[in-house]
């Protein structure tokens, strides 16, 4: 079965830079959109990055400019690199496969359109 497993969250101070990795299993990886969601205590889950088996990519407009979403096919492996990091960005990240879906193709944010979703890992960013 699909499994995703990210790792690479914890606590920075503002202005400072993580990345996160998730790494996948059961499936043909590059053959998935996958994106990169976050959710803030009390807030709902939002998309932040995707990017599909050719290499596009998509950010919201709260993280482009110091979010870099990224793969490695050969090891079936998602990253995110985040720089120049807000208090704002605080929040669990989790990353999640969309099996349908291309970015030039029907693709939304809308979180029903991934089924497969990781455990999440955690990000405090402090001023």
């Known amino acids: 079965q699909v499994q995703l497993v990210e790792s690479g969250g914890g606590s920075v101070q503002a202005g400072g830079s993580l990345r996160l990795s998730c790494a996948a299993s059961?499936?043909?990886?590059?053959?998935?959109?996958m994106g990169w969601f976050r959710q803030a205590p009390g807030k709902e889950r939002e998309g932040v990055a995707a990017?599909?088996?050719?290499?596009?990519?998509s950010y919201a407009d709260s993280v482009k400019g110091r979010f870099t979403i990224s793969q490695d096919n050969a090891k079936n492996t998602l990253y995110l690199q985040m720089n120049s990091l807000k208090p704002e960005d605080t929040a669990m990240y989790y990353c999640?496969?969309?099996?349908?879906?291309?970015?030039?193709?029907?693709?939304?944010?809308?979180?029903?359109?991934?089924?497969?979703w990781g455990q999440g890992t955690q990000v405090t960013v402090s001023s």
């Open positions: 059961g499936y043909t990886y590059s053959s998935y959109c």
């Open positions: 990017i599909d088996s050719d290499g596009s990519t």
């Open positions: 999640a496969a969309d099996p349908v879906r291309r970015l030039s193709w029907g693709f939304t944010w809308a979180l029903a359109h991934f089924p497969y």
